[in-house]
């Protein structure tokens, strides 16, 4: 069986790991209100979708 003859190092596993970064969601403005939401889904504010209300807000 294979076994690694010396410990990897932390710099060198850490180098090995520099891709596993989270990436950042895309974000677009609301046409109604303004705010901010992810693109082609509904907006938690105000709940409109296209100039359109789709779903009233809980405001509660």
């Given amino acids: 069986m294979a076994v690694p003859k010396r410990k990897t190092s932390t710099?060198?596993?850490d180098k090995r790991r520099t891709?596993?970064?989270l990436a950042m969601p895309a974000m677009?403005?609301?046409d109604h209100c303004g705010s901010i939401k992810r693109p082609h889904?509904?907006?938690e504010v105000c709940g409109y979708y296209g100039g359109?209300?789709?779903v009233r807000p809980d405001h509660g």
Avoid: D, G, I, L
């Fill in 41 to 43: 889904r509904v907006c």
């Fill in 52 to 54: 359109v209300e789709v």
């Fill in 19 to 21: 891709h596993w970064k």
């Fill in 28 to 30: 677009a403005n609301c």
């Fill in 11 to 13: 710099t060198r596993r």
